[in-house]
């Protein structure tokens, strides 16, 4: 079961109330200064947030499917109307990414993981999780908690400095996080209260918001059972969030229909996230238009059009355009010399005719392989580990056109050593609906699965809202999965 498995690894990231996050400031991405200037304009964003905001779609990139992330980006809109932030251009982006969390920074950005919107049950739901962040936004909390953060560190040194004894910091950085946690608790009931008012002007039933997180609760409580570590969520560690006298009260006063005759849309949302991945998405590291080619065994990857064809002949990888126009052939050997420079090593096998000959990354100080060009060919040179590989573009009659020359480019351009991201399995996990049969249980569904593990029961009674127990009327619409193998 891939959701409780990458759970042993990313507990700090799967915190899962729908709370905000406080991300620490990453290194910046390398930009010239046109491109800093289009992104700046594209995104809104200047500086720090701008870095910020760059770091997390290069670490977890917008989910490939315009449909869905045109839904959130319109449910998202809905809310944003009613809420103080209504003039501003706030943007919607679901994450590819199978953690269960939603997040805001301080920027006009809603950040929904894709992993989130396989447990919620409802657009409702959905539109509660982005009411309560945009609340977190309005109320200003992430700025407040980084200023509280800055100057708890700073009161920590400054006392150990001043008597010479580090404890005397670490005891006040342990009392700031136990404060910390309290003011997070009261940061997220203030959110409630504005999520709840969003909800009912924007028609939705606010009573969903308790749906959500109740459905976030039994998830944490199941992923902490699995895992073996608590998980806080929401700021509660007893209280469940149905029970909870506030977060009713909140919906009470927020209301401005009878219970139960808000907007649910229970079926706009099955249609929105059938076929949605389930778990690591396999599929995701190729940007669209485009497919991957990894092999663990030699520790390289690489993305070629999707429309072109892929071939393994002897040491050759072989690439045709859909027209059977243009070829790209990438053949590795045995580096001869490791001393030499790429630029040294492609001089070297074409000694003659080669022009145009420059860094792959020109910005990079490191040796990332040598692009160049020879009469009607296109040439590179990149080596990973002890392989030099070799690059070849040709095309039909010796006459590479520019739309040719540039998918060559781009293709020798994204070839480059593996990450743990890049490793793939042969198939995905997706989201399907299928109404329950008379004489189906939960217990049968987890043996008739081919989910292959002890605890595919609970996940899917967690999927489908009826975790510990209880068991769903035949007809009703049931989540499941299923595996679905990746075209090469």
């Not at 996080?177 to 606010?206: H, I, M, N, Q, T």
């Not at 040598?370 to 040179?381: E, M, S």
């Not at 080596?383 to 540039?406: C, P, S, W």
């Not at 967690?462 to 009703?476: C, K, Q, S, W």
Request: hydrophobic share 40%; no cysteine; glycine share 6%.
């Amino acid at each position: 079961m891939m959701l409780f498995k990458s759970l042993r690894f990313r507990t700090w990231a799967t915190l899962i109330g729908v709370a905000f996050s406080l991300l620490v400031t990453p290194p910046a991405i390398a930009q010239t200064k046109e491109q800093l200037k289009k992104l700046e304009e594209a995104t809104g964003l200047k500086g720090k947030k701008l870095k910020r905001h760059l770091a997390l779609l290069q670490q977890s990139p917008p989910y490939k499917d315009d449909a869905l992330q045109a839904y959130v980006t319109e449910i998202g809109n809905k809310i944003l109307a009613q809420s103080e932030h209504a003039h501003l251009p706030y943007k919607f982006i679901v994450r590819d990414t199978e953690v269960v969390n939603a997040f805001v920074n301080g920027t006009p950005y809603v950040f929904v993981e894709r992993g989130l919107l396989t447990l919620l049950n409802s657009e409702a739901e959905l539109a509660a999780v982005m009411a309560h962040e945009i609340g977190h936004n309005v109320a200003k909390h992430s700025k407040k908690l980084q200023s509280k953060n800055r100057r708890d560190v700073f009161l920590a040194n400054l006392a150990s400095f001043l008597v010479g004894n580090s404890s005397v910091g670490s005891a006040i950085m342990t009392q700031s996080s136990v404060s910390l946690y309290e003011y997070k608790r009261e940061a997220e009931l203030e959110a409630d209260s504005f999520a709840a008012r969003y909800l009912a002007g924007a028609g939705y039933e606010p009573d969903q918001l308790v749906n959500a997180l109740a459905q976030l609760r039994d998830y944490a409580i199941l992923a902490a059972t699995t895992t073996g570590q608590a998980m806080a969520h929401h700021g509660l560690t007893a209280t469940h969030p149905r029970n909870d006298k506030r977060i009713r009260e909140a919906i009470e006063d927020a209301s401005v229909l009878p219970p139960g005759e808000g907007y649910i849309g229970r079926e706009e949302f099955r249609e929105a996230i059938d076929g949605l991945v389930y778990g690591p998405n396999h599929r995701r590291s190729a940007p669209n238009g485009m497919k991957r080619y990894s092999n663990p065994t030699l520790g390289i990857t690489f993305v070629y059009p999707d429309t072109w064809s892929f071939k393994l002949k002897g040491s050759k990888v072989i690439l045709k355009d859909a027209e059977k126009t243009a070829q790209m052939t990438i053949e590795i050997e045995p580096t001869a010399d490791r001393k030499l420079s790429s630029e040294e090593a492609i001089k070297l096998k074409y000694p003659e005719g080669l022009v145009d000959v420059q860094k792959i990354h020109p910005d990079s100080e490191r040796d990332l392989g040598t692009v160049g060009a020879r009469p009607a060919q296109r040439v590179a040179l990149i080596m990973v580990a002890r392989n030099t590989y070799h690059f070849l573009g040709i095309a039909k009659n010796n006459q590479i056109t520019a739309e040719q020359d540039r998918a060559f480019v781009e293709i020798i351009r994204s070839f480059r050593p593996m990450t743990a991201k890049d490793r793939t399995a042969d198939h995905v996990k997706e989201v399907y609906y299928e109404r329950l049969e008379p004489g189906e249980t939960f217990a049968s569904l987890a043996k008739d699965s081919d989910m292959d593990d002890i605890n595919a029961e609970l996940e899917l009674r967690i999927l489908n809202g009826y975790y510990p127990d209880g068991e769903a009327e035949p007809g009703t619409w049931i989540k499941k999965l299923r595996k679905v193998k990746i075209e090469p």
